[in-house]
């Protein structure tokens, strides 16, 4: 007889195979080409290894396949044998035959009892493989002479492998299943032949999506076996082939297989992202979140999934508690994605139900969003801002940080006037419970906004407490405060820290030293002369820090950035400071600079320099794209808008 190979996933359903637009189902994206590789660490008498490419628009991946071994070419005229549907008879069937083997004490009872039976089906096989197993973990539970059992022992090895036979010919596949799930040792040296039966019944088209992701499941949790490492791979043909009968409840299967692919990995995903746009409104909160916990896992990233998952949240936001909402946030926080979906879906919660929110961590998650994102949505922060004074009294001071800094850092004031005069009285009933760290924070964020909590400031530069400081890095932020208090405050009697001599100079972002360094020629083009140039300019006599620090300065042509006077106001006057804000200076709307922006270009202003903003991104756009015209027309309109 003449070996051939029988490539059965290609005759199972010809839709897998089609190429052309006719097709409905997700196969009909992939063009097929095969090539036959033999592995002889895979192949076995029933099947060989094959690897197949598959072409997806421009994205060609080869995928490995199973090819089956036939001996018999009529056997090519016979279809797969289909299985038989389970019912639930079959079910309580199977319990009842445990129940029956559960009462037999020894070995000995348990083989007689099969002797007993007219026919042996897969459910009594194992049924009584498994009391097997369970008898001969009780070691006490034999009573039998030594004699006896030898030939129990003796008989037992080939009574064990015509049940195993029995039960790997059952057409019902969750038998098999069944079999993998024990923790039998009794089994384990069967379970690779389990595993092959399984595989030749994937490609038969044979297992249902539950069985599928069951069986994946399986070879997922035993990573150090190669063997059950390398069939997972191959169980992709099954999934694609059972494509129609993927449904919201069991994709969620199909996504917790995903940690466990490699080289299949891209095709499921690639499916399971058409499932999840067919079905996401169907989709249940808890499944949802599962789907989430993956993505985070997997650190997956599909702009169309997480658009997808945006609409669903405004869709289910009515259904969601507040610990769902909060996992769903600090997801999407951690994953570092939001749209105006998620947005709205928030400013939606917060309007219907922020009297009944109960959890100070759900606020503390919505604002550290809008903290990640720099998302300056004014409904969000005024719900906040309201739970917060409603609450104050009962908030944790490790979460007053959480509550008060964003607001300075997105440049926002609470409707309410009172809000700072409450947070600081707040403040100053737990500022020594709480981390120095957090209070600098927070004394900066009033400072943004253009608030002076005088007291808080009085109790944290006494010398009681500064005695206790002794962090570089607390001292360095300290002397900003000092000295922002000290140029914008009239009733602050400052500076009143020393001077920081031994800090370091800040440094100007690399970004912005290089498009400087590109662009030169424009500004000098702009200002007609290069003596009126500086860059990278740091005041003097101020603390290290990157608010002192002018981007490019204009000045009269006789002075330099080293010899400038800067106690001359009349010199200050003449000067034109520019600074180049990145992205991320910004918030969302690209419009409204932060919190430590608006204070860099206030306290310029406030030793009168003139400032003037330019965008690094559009800075970059006119660069990159030749438009030297535009670039040296967009720095002028912009020094033209100075009073």
Known sequence: MTLILWRSYSKARNNMLCGNNSCNSVSSLYNFITRSLSDDKFSTPEFSNSTIL????LNVHELPVVVRKLKDLEALDFPPAKEVPRTANDSVSYHLIQEEFKQCIDLREVFSLITKCTKITPNIALGAIERIYDLEKDSHSNNMT???????????GAILEKLLKVVMKTEDTQTILNVLKTTSTVMEPY????????LLRVIDNRLTVDQLCDFALFLKNNPVDQKYSDTIDRLWVGFIEKEKDINEVNIIKIFRILPGLKVSKKTITTLLEQKLSELWSKIKVAAMQDILDIFLVEKYFSMQCYSILGHWLYSNIHALDDDELLGVITIFTRLKFTDKQIDAAIEKFLKFKSSKIQSHVLVIGILNYCMQFKLRNEQILEICSQYFIDKRKHVPSSFLKHFI?????????PSNIDFWLLAEDVLLENYLKMNIDDLCSIISSYIYCG????????????VEYMAKINNCDILKKLHLIDTALSLECEEYNGPLLPKDQWF?????????????????????????????MSTSVVLPNYCSDETYLIDVMFHPPETSSSTFNWKSKSLK?????????????????????????????RHLNILGI???????????????SYNTVGLRKYIADSIDKLP
């Open 405 to 413: 800094y964003p607001y300075g850092y997105l440049c926002m004031n």
């Open 504 to 532: 370091k100079p800040a440094i100007q972002d690399g970004r912005i030293k290089n498009i400087i360094a590109k662009i030169k020629v424009s500004f000098v083009s702009v200002i007609g002369d290069e003596n009126k």
């Open 191 to 198: 379970k690779y032949k389990f595993c092959d039966e399984l």
């Open 54 to 57: 598959i072409e997806n628009g």
């Open 146 to 156: 030594n004699d006896q059992t030898v030939h129990i022992n003796f008989a037992k």
């Open 610 to 624: 003139k400032v003037v903003s330019l965008k690094y991104a559009l800075l970059s756009q006119f660069y990159t």
């Open 573 to 601: 006057n003449d000067c034109t400071a520019i600074l180049i804000h990145l992205p991320d200076h910004y918030c969302t709307d690209n419009e409204q600079l932060i919190g430590p922006q608006v204070m860099k270009k």
């Open 451 to 462: 608030n002076y909590p005088l007291k808080l400031v009085s109790k944290i530069f006494s």
